[in-house]
């Protein structure tokens, strides 16, 4: 049974930094690229971040490039998304799923929200 479990957010301010955690269950989660995609009240779920299986290759939205950072750890099935210089902008339900050729296709899990506010 695959499973996907964010962990991470939490209120801060313009400015500041989060580091969110996806923790992945149930499928050979090395072999996948994976994706951080988040969703803002009123709006559809969008792409911001996606590494791929093996070779660790990154690619980011434009509206996070260079200020985000995708990253994984295969050991321990987890993949992670350091977000620096958060804008309010940014406030959104952040959930982890495969990306690429499989872009969504896993059960999506609970997410986890960050909001950035003074």
């Known amino acids: 049974q695959v499973q996907l479990v964010e962990s991470g957010g939490g209120l801060v301010q313009p400015g500041g930094s989060l580091r969110l955690s996806c923790a992945v269950s149930?499928?050979?989660?090395?072999?996948?690229?994976m994706s951080w995609y988040r969703q803002a009240p009123g709006k559809e779920r969008e792409l911001v971040a996606t590494i791929t299986g093996v070779s660790g290759s990154t690619n980011y939205a434009e509206s996070v490039n260079g200020r985000f950072t995708i990253s994984r750890d295969n050991a321990k099935n987890t993949v992670y998304l350091q977000m620096n210089s958060l804008k309010p902008e940014d406030t959104a339900v952040y959930y982890c799923?495969?990306?690429?050729?499989?872009?969504?296709?896993?059960?999506w899990g609970q997410g986890t929200q960050v909001t950035v506010s003074s």
């Open positions: 149930g499928f050979t989660f090395s072999n996948y690229a």
């Open positions: 799923n495969a990306g690429g050729f499989f872009k969504g296709s896993l059960p």
